[in-house]
C-alpha cells in the first residue's frame, strides 16, 4: 500500500511511500507520481458547504485501484480527525466529499508498471484546514 496525504484545497503533498514496494523504484519518480495522483485528486474536491470548525476535520480513505486504473469499489473511510461535539454533525458530509472526489476522478493515471508492483491500493488524507 503506497501512503499519501492529500492536503485539500492547495495540496502540499507529504508522503509515507516507504513499504516494499517503493524498493528499487526511483525515489524522484515516486515523488512525482504521487504529486501526479494527489494532483488529479484534488482537481474533482468539491468543499461541502460547512460551517467554521468543520473544516478541520480530516477524512482518510482507504482507495482501491485495477491495473488501468478504475476504481475497485467505493473508497472507504478509514477514519477521521478533528471531529469534535461542536462539528461532529458535519463529518459525514466531509467524509462524502473526500470519497465523491476520488470517484469523480476516477480513472488514476499512473505509469502502468507501478500498477504492476503493487500501486493498487492507496491510504488518501484529505485535510482542508491544511491550506499549502
Known amino acids: 500500500m503506497v501512503r499519501l496525504t492529500l492536503i485539500v484545497p492547495a495540496v502540499a503533498l507529504l508522503t509515507g511511500c516507504t513499504t516494499a514496494r ?7 519518480l515516486v515523488r512525482r507520481v504521487t504529486a501526479d495522483a494527489a494532483a488529479q485528486v484534488k482537481r474533482c474536491y468539491r468543499t461541502p458547504r460547512v460551517m467554521g470548525d468543520a473544516k478541520r476535520i480530516s477524512t482518510r480513505l482507504q482507495v482501491n485501484y485495477a491495473a488501468d486504473g478504475s476504481l475497485l469499489g467505493v473508497p472507504t ?25 476520488v470517484m469523480r476522478c476516477s480513472p488514476l493515471r499512473l505509469p502502468a508498471e507501478l500498477y504492476r508492483i503493487g500501486w493498487n491500493s492507496f491510504e488518501l488524507t484529505f485535510s482542508p484546514s491544511l491550506r499549502g
Open 77 to 101: 473511510v478509514i477514519g477521521q480527525s478533528g471531529v469534535t461535539p461542536s462539528n461532529q454533525l458535519f463529518a459525514d458530509d466531509m467524509a462524502e466529499a473526500a470519497i465523491q472526489s
Open 22 to 28: 517503493t524498493a528499487g523504484v526511483d525515489p524522484l
